[in-house]
T-cell receptor, first 121, second 113 residues
Framework: EAGVAQSPRYKIIEKRQSVAFWCNPI?????LYWYQQILGQGPKLLIQ????????DSQLPKDRFSAERLKGVDSTLKIQPAKLEDSAVYLC???????????????????FGQGTRLTVV | AQTVTQSQPEMSVQEAETVTLSCTYD???????LFWYKQPPSRQMILVIR??????QNATENRFSVNFQKAAKSFSLKISDSQLGDAAMYFC??????????FGEGTQLTVNP
């Protein structure tokens, strides 16, 4: 089974520029996450999608960050305009549907892409 | 809100020895899962082990095992016969139905030859 694909792997931009990241989750996974991970810290959730609907975007800086998940498959995360403090690794992850009956659950963990390392100068 | 706490920012172990990484969590849910992820310098998150809250038996995966204390909300990871390749950042994580996957701040593990 193919894993979670992310692109680009690396990006360097100047502050106030715009940037977009792309994620292709594992086929059939209902839930998609975008995390921001600053060096030395744990991943912080930016946004969570269930199919093509937003479940949680409470920690997304909406004045500059936006995300969408078209047709419940691929997703893009955009930053416009970027700030120096946006320098981080952006991780995309996907997870299968969570059945209420635990006997129907297969994998419950999230599968991660390799991340996009963003440097804002 | 669910929170995950890893109180050991750094740990070190001698090759072939055993080390235990600590994790505590806070939740009011009854149906949830706990995970340990490993993150090497490449930043790729790799699942090490998972624990279902409804199971009393502690999960084991080869040299990795957990001590799951549900009442105490504690979930520690034991690595036996440590290898140089085990050196990485380890994250404890919590997930429940429909909610975010919440991570701790991580423990940097160093393995000394």
């Amino acid at each position: 089974e193919a894993g979670v694909a992310q692109s680009p792997r690396y990006k360097i931009i100047e502050k106030r520029q715009s940037v977009a990241f792309w994620c292709n989750p594992i086929s059939g996974h209902a839930t998609l996450y975008w995390y921001q991970q600053i060096l030395g810290q744990g991943p912080k959730l930016l946004i969570q999608f269930q199919n093509n609907g937003v479940v949680d975007d409470s920690q997304l800086p909406k004045d500059r960050f936006s995300a969408e998940r078209l047709k419940g498959v691929d997703s893009t995360l955009k930053i416009q305009p970027a700030k120096l403090e946006d320098s981080a690794v952006y991780l995309c992850a996907s997870r299968p549907f969570w059945f209420r009956d635990h006997r129907r659950r297969a994998n419950t963990e999230a599968f991660f892409g390799q991340g996009t390392r963003l440097t804002v100068v | 809100a669910q929170t995950v706490t890893q109180s050991q920012p750094e740990m070190s172990v001698q090759e072939a020895e055993t080390v235990t990484l600590s994790c505590t969590y806070d939740t009011s849910e009854s149906d949830y899962y706990l995970f340990w992820y490993k993150q090497p310098p490449s930043r790729q998150m790799i699942l090490v082990i998972r624990q279902e809250a409804y199971k009393q038996q502690n999960a084991t995966e080869n040299r990795f095992s957990v001590n799951f204390q549900k009442a105490a909300k504690s979930f520690s990871l034991k690595i036996s016969d440590s290898q140089l390749g085990d050196a990485a950042m380890y994250f404890c994580a919590y997930a429940t139905s429909g909610s975010r996957l919440t991570f701790g701040e991580g423990t940097q593990l160093t393995v000394n030859p």
